[in-house]
């Protein structure tokens, strides 16, 4: 048999639960709860079309429960109402019709706008060709002559070893760091020319607003405009064999005058490099000198 007291009871249950879980839930933050908005025009476009989607959705949502629960209330069957017996109206076709008509082009206008912006790669400033490799990024800045590869980081890698010793929870950015960031200046068009050697990858940082394949043989193409300097990070979206989770991607954004003296500084290193595989070795004799010798 129930109790008389047990709804009231369940009820103040739920109340309690809610008054307890919604300070947790507040404190998470609204980035934490929603699409973040990015640090691109891009991303900030794809971030009002979502909201614009949302509140139509949430818009249809309230008016179509509303006049459910309306319904129920107020013509329930212990109030003695009679339901109205009709099989057509022209008037109810047109709205059904038109209405959700209208919606769908004021969703798809934006969002058209959206996709197009987001294959334009035309009039760039800078261009870096991504490639994926099990399981390393590299990074070739094509109009500066500068390449680098990117792996985890040390500290992770050791880590994340069974029996390594060390607790992950000590590692700042565990798991999300890595030896070689790649720079990029802001207020400058970036074209991504993304592609893999070996299997497919995906390059994916949240907040430029989109995420590319890598595909082995094939170039994506995007781009992005980074419009606040920091640290960005992004993870191989695309499960490519066993150390998939291991290939994070850091992208600092900096002043141009900062990105310069950076890519300076990586020609200098690597061009001891360049030079040392392009000129023989002085202290072996030329080998055509020898033959007519």
Not at 14 to 19: D, E, G, R
Not at 111 to 137: C, H, N, R
Not at 238 to 243: F, I, V
Not at 272 to 285: C, E, F, G, R, Y
Request: aromatic fraction near 10%.
């Amino acid at each position: 048999m129930t109790s008389p007291n047990s709804k009231p009871g369940a009820v103040r249950a739920l109340f309690t639960a809610v008054l307890v879980l919604f300070p947790g839930v507040a404190s998470a933050g609204w980035d934490q709860l929603n699409l973040p908005r990015g640090v691109t025009p891009y991303s900030n476009t794809v971030y009002d079309l979502h909201m614009l989607v949302l509140w139509v959705c949430v818009a249809i949502g309230v008016v179509v429960f509303g006049a459910i629960f309306y319904s129920i209330f107020k013509f329930r069957h212990s109030q003695g109402a009679i339901s109205a017996q009709w099989h057509e109206s022209t008037m109810v076709e047109v709205l059904w019709t038109t209405v959700p008509f209208v919606i769908l082009i004021a969703m798809a206008v934006p969002a058209t706008t959206a996709l197009i912006m987001m294959e334009d790669t035309s009039k760039s400033d800078l261009t870096i060709k991504v490639t994926g490799y099990q399981w390393k990024w590299h990074y070739e800045y094509v109009n500066e002559g500068v390449g680098v590869f990117s792996t985890l980081a040390h500290t992770s890698n050791v880590a994340r070893q069974l029996n390594s010793g060390v607790d992950p929870n000590t590692v700042e950015n565990y798991l999300l760091e890595v030896d070689n960031e790649i720079v990029v200046p802001i207020n400058k068009k970036i074209r991504f020319l993304t592609t893999a050697a070996d299997v497919i990858h995906a390059w994916w940082v949240p907040v430029l607003g989109w995420k590319r394949d890598a595909v082995p043989g094939y170039i994506n193409e995007s781009w992005a405009t980074i419009e606040q300097a920091g640290v960005y990070r992004g993870q191989c979206t695309e499960l490519c064999g066993k150390d998939h989770g291991f290939m994070p991607i850091v992208v600092r954004a900096v002043a141009e005058s900062e990105y310069q003296a950076w890519i300076e500084k990586k020609k200098a290193a690597q061009a001891p490099a360049a030079t040392s595989q392009v000129l023989p070795d002085s202290s072996q004799p030329d080998s055509s000198i020898a033959q007519r010798q």
